[in-house]
């Protein structure tokens, strides 16, 4: 099961810091982060390793940060620099690890239910 929390609305420019909790043996488990905005596909932003790198879409390479806490369990997306085109429904979802860095729905094994990011200009 993953759990996302931490979204709201936030003026262009601020930070907000997304968090995923995981139940299960979560230092095995590669975890990824998806966003989706109304009228578009899904669209994979980053995903973490079991050693915890990272990798980033284009889109959001240098503003955007994934890192996890085994200890809780917890997969982190620190958002920064935000912008009205990350207006996005934001889900973390567990992926098979043998394609961790395909950033692509289809290497999706489970979803968390999402949690909505709003940026205002």
């Known amino acids: 099961q993953l759990v996302e929390s931490g979204g709201g609305s936030v003026q262009s420019g601020e930070s907000l810091r997304l968090s995923c909790a995981v139940s299960g043996w979560f230092s095995l488990f590669c975890v990824g982060w998806f966003r989706q905005a109304p009228g578009k596909e899904r669209e994979g932003i980053g995903s973490t390793g079991t050693d915890g790198t990272a990798v980033y879409a284009d889109s959001v390479k240098g503003r955007f940060t994934i890192s996890r806490d085994n200890l809780k369990s917890t997969v982190y997306l620190e958002m920064n620099s935000l912008k009205p085109e990350d207006t996005a429904m934001y889900y973390c979802?567990?992926?098979?690890?043998?394609?961790?860095?395909?950033?692509?729905?289809?290497?999706?094994?489970?979803w968390g239910q999402g949690t909505q990011v709003t940026v205002s200009s």
């Open positions: 979802a567990r992926m098979d690890c043998g394609w961790w860095r395909s950033l692509k729905s289809s290497d999706v094994t489970s």
